[in-house]
C-alpha cells in the first residue's frame, strides 16, 4: 500500500501553466505504475495521463495531449503533471493514482488500488 498527497492546485489563467505534484510514502513507489485523474463538477472521474515505473514510457488523454506531461522522481518518491495551455475545461479536482504494475496503466480507475485526496485547480478564463 502507498499513501499518496497531491499538490500544486489552485487558480490558472487560460493559456498559463501549473505543475501538480504527488508525494508518495513508502520504499515500493518505483515498483508502482502512475497515473493522474481528474473529476469536474458533475462529472464523472476521468483518466488524464500514467507513466510506467521507471518514467520511461507514458500514455495520455486526447484532450490533454501536446499540452500536459506526467513524469516522476523515483528518488524523491515523487510523480508530476505539468500542465500548459491551460483551458477552463481543464477545471476539475485532480487525483493522483498508484496501480501494481511495472508497465504504464491504463484508464480504468479499477486498475489502480491506492489514490490521493486530491487537489483542485481552477482555470479562469
Known amino acids: 500500500q502507498v499513501q499518496l498527497v497531491e499538490s500544486g492546485g489552485g487558480l490558472g489563467q487560460a493559456g498559463g501553466s501549473l505543475r501538480l505534484s504527488c508525494a508518495a510514502s513508502?520504499?515500493?513507489?518505483?515498483?508502482?505504475?502512475m497515473g493522474w485523474f481528474r473529476q469536474a463538477p458533475g462529472k464523472e472521474r476521468q483518466f488524464v495521463a500514467a507513466i510506467n515505473w521507471s518514467g520511461g514510457r507514458t500514455s495520455y488523454a486526447d484532450s490533454v495531449k501536446g499540452r500536459f506531461t506526467i513524469s516522476r522522481d523515483n528518488v524523491k518518491n515523487t510523480v508530476y503533471l505539468q500542465m500548459s495551455s491551460l483551458k477552463p475545461e481543464d477545471t476539475a479536482v485532480y487525483y493522483c493514482?498508484?496501480?501494481?504494475?511495472?508497465?504504464?496503466?491504463?484508464?480504468?480507475?479499477?486498475?489502480?488500488?491506492?489514490w490521493g485526496q486530491g487537489t483542485q485547480v481552477t482555470v479562469s478564463s
Open positions: 493514482a498508484a496501480a501494481r504494475t511495472l508497465y504504464v496503466p491504463g484508464p480504468r480507475q479499477n486498475e489502480y488500488t491506492d
Open positions: 513508502g520504499r515500493t513507489f518505483s515498483t508502482y505504475g
